[in-house]
């Protein structure tokens, strides 16, 4: 049975208007990633300093957008119980990146495709920062 995904076109809009061209991106994307903590701003602070960006700030929610779309929303509830696995081009400027912040990284080591570091943001969730290796546009 043909899957009804595998028979719908999928086309981006050219941003001058000038023409359609098919989109390679995957069809599927994750939306939303949950983070709690107990100083949503000092949170959004620090992954807009490492690379995210601002999408909006709410009462009670912030939210940033990673490469791709995806939106991390940052809520109050427990801190330091959430691992976060994210895909850099350059982990050697990264690393730097964290070390001015302070957040006290760990050494890069090679693990199957990536090379990789770990760091906790502020509230000590765990951030594991890879080696990019996509297979074609994001």
Sequence with gaps: ????????????ADPAGDRNEPDRRPAVAIGHVPLTGDDIGELARFYRSIG????VRLPGVAILELRGGT??????GPAGSTTLDLMVDDVDATRDRFLALGAEPTEIRRAGPHRLFTAPDPEGNTLVVNSSHVAGPV
Excluded: E
């Excluded at 049975?1 to 981006?12: G, I, K, S, V």
């Design 1 to 12: 049975m043909t899957r009804l995904l595998d028979r719908l076109p999928r086309r981006a």
């Design 52 to 55: 995210l960006r601002k999408v």
């Design 71 to 76: 939106h991390l929303a940052i809520t109050r």
